[in-house]
């Protein structure tokens, strides 16, 4: 992983501090102009040093030597910022800001089959609890909506404690009858054009629609609005196929989740495999692909000293 370019910029530890600069300006201003009614003994001492070359020498050093000073007492740095891109593989990583994942999660009464492990529900809430967990260690928000006939919120996970809440709530819950898969999408799509930071959609389903909004629209919708959709089928439901089909047609990725026993294992992977797909997604679409990571460097005050000192020792050639 290379960064793409650099940029630079100065910055200062106690900006308030440069005020010293005029200040310092003013004073010497004033002392230059009292000793001009010293003007024939100063030109006798500087016409020693050589002339008016020396003494322009001289008084550009007495101005310049206490301004630098005073610029080094306002601890400058050079800031460098180096863009890093943020990909499939360092998202997990890279210091990124936060995102938020919308769940979708299907509550109707076919996910009460037993196809998956333990059921159609029970492995489709494993698996949103296992994503939410990943999304919580790394502080990103989780919010999942039960959907039948219509959509309804059923828990938000932005820490440890709300996500022990939402592991409470998603173990009890009652199906319905309908599956308004489209609803949900459509319902998840304004969710996320509202929110203020990246967010993605993951639809949890078995994939029988059999009511509300045709899911063609709602997919095509939501991949117009550039809001990335993930699908997640569980179980072996023949009816899926035309929602499968539709994802496929628009770009949608689709995940078969089957498993008959508790491989512990393999759901891990997936959700982690989900939870990457969705962060990256939500970062690609709100165009947040670098990371701009600043370096101080305070090596500037060394400089800044270096050229003060000469200036200083040439200023007390003579005095004012």
């Given at each position: ?19 010293l ?15 001009r ?11 020693g ?5 020396v ?11 206490p301004?630098?000073l ?6 400058p ?11 499939m593989?360092n ?7 936060n995102?938020?994942?919308i ?8 996910m ?5 492990y333990p059921?159609?529900i029970g ?7 296992r994503?939410?967990r990943?999304?919580?260690?790394r ?14 919120p ?17 173990s009890?819950l ?10 949900a999408i ?11 930071i990246?967010?993605?959609l ?7 629609a059999?009511y509300g ?22 179980g072996?439901?023949p ?24 491989e ?24 947040q692909l ?10 500037i005050?060394?400089?800044?000293l270096?050229?003060a ?8 050639a003579e005095?004012?």
């Open positions: 992983m290379s960064p793409l370019n650099r940029m630079t910029s100065i910055g200062f530890d106690h900006p308030l501090a440069l005020v600069v005029p200040a310092i300006a003013t004073v010497l201003t004033l002392l230059l102009y009292r000793s009614r010293r003007s024939s003994e100063l030109s006798s001492k500087l016409g040093l050589g002339g008016w070359k003494a322009r020498a001289l008084l550009i050093a007495k101005f310049i030597a301004m630098l005073a610029v080094a007492v306002a601890q740095y050079t800031v460098t910022y180096t863009y890093t891109p943020v990909t593989d998202i997990l990583s890279v210091n990124i800001t995102a938020k994942i769940i979708l999660l299907d509550i109707s009464t076919s009460g089959k037993t196809d998956a059921t159609r492995s489709a809430v494993d698996l949103v609890l994503i939410a990943k999304a919580v260690e502080r990103d928000a989780v919010e999942v909506y039960g959907f039948s006939s219509n959509v309804k059923l828990c938000i996970a932005t820490n440890t404690s709300s996500l022990e809440t939402c592991s409470s709530v998603l009890k009652e199906l319905e009858k309908y599956s308004a898969i489209g609803d459509y319902f998840g799509f304004s969710k996320a054009k509202t929110s203020p990246p967010t993605a993951l639809v949890v389903t078995d994939g029988a059999n909004s045709p899911v063609e629209d709602a997919v095509k919708a939501v991949v117009a609005g550039n809001i990335p959709l993930l699908a997640i089928l569980v072996s439901d009816r899926a196929s035309s929602f499968e089909e539709t994802c496929k047609r628009y770009g949608v990725q689709v995940i078969r989740v089957g498993m008959l026993t508790n512990v294992e393999a759901l891990n992977y997936i959700a982690e495999k989900l939870y990457v797909e969705a962060r990256y997604g939500a970062f690609k679409a709100s165009g670098y990371i701009e990571t600043p370096v101080k460097d305070y090596s005050q060394l400089y800044i270096l050229a000192l000469p200036l200083t020792i040439l200023s007390l005095g004012l």
